[in-house]
Nanobody, 116 residues
Framework: QVQLVESGGGLVQAGGSLRLSCAAS????????MGWFRQAPGKEREFVAR????????LYADSVKGRFTISRDNAKNTVYLQMNSLKPEDTAVYYC?????????WGQGTQVTVSS
């Protein structure tokens, strides 16, 4: 049974940093893309960042480019999201997702709240 478990969310002041982790279990995900999405209250879920397994390339939403960094550790089946210079508008539930070519597996989400 595939399971994704996010951790690392919390409350932080604007300008602060958080590091999210997503541990995958149930199979090996080295041949899958791993990504992060987020959903703010009253808004649709949106793409944040993606790490592609084929060439290791990364892609970011414009709103987080230069502030967030996605990385992965295939040996640990884990994907990370380092979030720096956080803004109140980054407040959302953050979800990790894994799959190829589409995201087949999703975590339960972790809350990130940025206070002004």
């Amino acid at each position: 049974q595939v399971q994704l478990v996010e951790s690392g969310g919390g409350l932080v002041q604007a300008g602060g940093s958080l590091r999210l982790s997503c541990a995958a279990s149930g199979r090996t995900f080295s041949n899958y893309n791993m990504g992060w999405f987020r959903q703010a209250p009253g808004k649709e879920r949106e793409f944040v960042a993606r790490h592609r397994w084929t060439d290791g390339s990364t892609l970011y939403a414009d709103s987080v480019k230069g502030r967030f960094t996605i990385s992965r550790d295939n040996a640990k089946n884990t994907v990370y999201l380092q979030m720096n210079s956080l803004k109140p508008e980054d407040t959302a539930v953050y979800y990790c997702a894994v799959g190829f070519p589409s995201y087949d597996y999703w975590g339960q989400g972790t809350q990130v709240t940025v206070s002004s």
